[in-house]
């Protein structure tokens, strides 16, 4: 057998990347078929949830698993197909434009290989919950670049020959109708997309302060902010959820935006059957004691600094929680005459109480001047929630 040549090797990554693609395709559609229903069913549960760190159920229903309003699961499915058909067509041309569409595998390559990088980075340190299926579409990226970019002729060249089939699209008429319908159906489309979630916001907003507002009882609970602000907003959270974790990032921001004009107090809903009859199994095993540890912090006069470490740690435990605390200045001793006490458990109590009364099966949830809001909020969101309710506060009482 004679030695391969450069175009059966490329044949072969061409190949390789079809493979590739199809893996991937699967994956996205698994992670999509996972995000609707975890949408649907704050219960649902799947094989690649396996415990609190480890979980692509969680991770699939975050404000980081869109991309423009569209879920990234999505996104993906679209981008393998069209990364199989850019590669099948090189195998047998239907036209000139696609014989050296391995150029264009590459930058689509690179995009999701960049993507990819980003998204690990959120997981890891962000959500601090590792997606198993997403980290297998990560190989899958990571494999489809490196034969992408085996496929590519010299650097230079491959410059040449981009530089060349733009002027192929410029001097063919039907293919330079073809791109600009492209680029102007694009335009369309992300300025629709732009419209709908804007306006989807709004409509949101609006229904949601068109209703009584609720009122809670709120004395004892932990508060961050003036009395006298103008937007108070309850908080019902979980500190092992990974949604929570992220509206929390979007209220530390809102907090110092709006500085001395909102009150955030602090309800627990744990998502964990030993003290929320809501909730079935012990989703979150450590939601519970995390939730009596805050209100032991709180009743000390330290919750302020105290919450932000519940949120930052991957250790919720008993013993870990009462290290905690001493970072905040509560002794050990304090901390646990605390948490036996009975005070704290039936603080939780109330809290759930209160969730189950405003039918919460998730968390977060959040009432902004007593209007609910459920599932996490990404900052702009938060943002034109608090200038509506300011503006309604502004207003003159009827």
């Keep these: 057998m004679g030695e391969e040549t450069v175009d059966q090797k490329r044949k072969r990554y061409l190949i390789g990347i079809v493979i590739a693609a199809v893996i991937g395709f699967g994956f996205a559609a698994e992670l999509f078929r996972i995000h609707v229903s975890a949408m649907k069913d704050p219960d649902f549960d799947a094989a690649c949830h396996f415990s609190q760190t480890v979980d692509c159920v969680s991770v699939s229903t975050t404000p980081y698993a869109f991309f423009f309003g569209i879920p990234n699961a999505l996104l993906g499915m679209?981008?393998?197909?069209?990364?199989?058909?850019?590669?099948?067509?090189?195998?047998?041309?239907?036209?000139?434009?696609?014989?050296?569409?391995?150029?264009?595998?590459?930058?689509?390559a690179v995009w999701n290989a960049a993507y990819s990088v980003y998204l690990a980075?959120?997981?890891?340190?962000?959500?601090?919950?590792?997606?198993?299926?997403?980290?297998?579409?990560?190989?899958?990226?990571?494999?489809?670049?490196i034969l992408s970019a085996l496929t590519l002729d010299p650097w230079r060249q491959a410059a040449e020959q981009v530089v060349g089939d733009v002027k192929l699209i410029f001097s063919d008429r039907i293919l330079f109708v073809l791109a600009v319908a492209g680029l102007l159906l694009l335009a369309a489309a992300g300025a629709f997309q732009s419209y709908r979630l804007r306006n989807l916001r709004e409509q949101r907003i609006q229904l949601a302060f068109g209703q009584a507002p609720i009122t809670l009882d709120l004395s004892g609970d932990p508060a961050i902010g003036p009395t006298t602000a103008p937007v108070t907003i309850v908080e019902f959270t979980d500190y092992q959820c990974p949604h929570c974790l992220s509206l929390e990032r979007s209220m530390v921001k809102a907090m110092d935006h709006f500085k001395g004009r909102i009150r955030v107090i602090n309800k627990n809903f744990p998502l964990n059957s030993d003290c929320n009859p809501a909730i079935k199994t012990k989703m979150h095993p450590e939601a519970c004691v995390a939730a009596i540890a805050a209100?032991?912090?709180?009743r000390m006069g330290r919750f302020q600094d105290y919450k932000p470490l519940l949120f930052d740690t991957e250790d919720l435990s008993l013993v870990h929680l009462v290290r905690l605390a001493g970072q905040v200045?509560?002794?050990?001793?304090?901390?646990?005459?605390?948490?036996?006490?009975?005070?704290?458990?039936?603080?939780?109590?109330?809290?759930?109480k209160d969730g189950l009364a405003l039918e919460l099966k998730s968390t977060p949830a959040i009432l902004v001047n007593g209007h609910l809001f459920h599932g996490a909020k990404t900052y702009d969101d938060l943002k034109a929630i608090i200038d509506a309710a300011l503006q309604g506060a502004a207003l003159p009482p009827d």
Excluded at 121 to 140: D, H
């Design 121 to 145: 980075l959120v997981s890891a340190f962000v959500l601090k919950t590792l997606c198993p299926y997403c980290t297998g579409l990560y190989v899958v990226n990571l494999a489809i670049l």
């Design 295 to 298: 209100e032991c912090a709180n």
């Design 78 to 108: 679209i981008f393998y197909l069209l990364l199989a058909a850019l590669a099948l067509l090189q195998l047998r041309p239907l036209h000139r434009i696609f014989a050296r569409g391995r150029n264009a595998v590459f930058f689509i």
């Design 329 to 352: 200045g509560i002794t050990d001793r304090d901390m646990v005459s605390c948490m036996t006490s009975g005070y704290p458990q039936s603080k939780v109590a109330r809290d759930v």
